[in-house]
């Protein structure tokens, strides 16, 4: 089996805990969460999430309760590239550095497979990318992108 399909899980000292078990995951609040509180997924879909889900690694944080409190998924080739998004940690569970353990996770588990880069996008928490070893892409005149569905 290869390390893509392996769950990982992992724990914090303050009793949070990480895991990438597919079939843990709260799809259901995820796609709340993102439909009505992320303002780069504001009104996607349920089946949207679905399918971003089914296709993608996820990673999402627990309470010391076992509830969900953030989510975080990567989608990649395993060969060459990951992109690293819908991040979102839930408003209670704020500036406890979270943000920062689900991107350390994702970039620590993808490293086995000596991918190129790992990108992500963000608009307000570049410090919170920074503490996982994210830095500002180089070149950013040499990215384009194109917005089929919209």
């Given amino acids: 089996m290869s390390l893509c399909c392996l769950n990982m899980i992992t724990s914090r000292q303050d009793g949070y805990e990480l895991s990438t078990d597919p079939d843990r995951l709260d799809v259901g609040l995820v796609h709340h969460w993102l439909s009505t509180d992320a303002f780069w997924a504001l009104g996607r879909s349920r089946d949207a999430v679905e399918r971003s889900v089914r296709h993608s690694l996820n990673f999402a944080a627990y309470d010391v309760a076992g509830c969900q409190v953030a989510y975080a ?70 990215l384009m992108i194109s917005s089929p569905a919209q």
Avoid: M, Q
């Fill in 73 to 142: 998924r990567v989608v990649t080739d395993w060969a060459t590239f990951a992109w690293l998004c819908d991040v979102y940690v839930v408003s209670g569970h704020r500036g406890k550095g979270l943000g920062t353990w689900l991107a350390r996770a994702a970039r620590d588990h993808l490293a086995p497979y000596r991918l190129k880069r790992i990108l992500l996008s963000t608009r307000d928490a570049h410090e919170v990318y920074a503490k996982a070893g994210f830095t500002p892409f180089p070149n950013p005149e040499c």
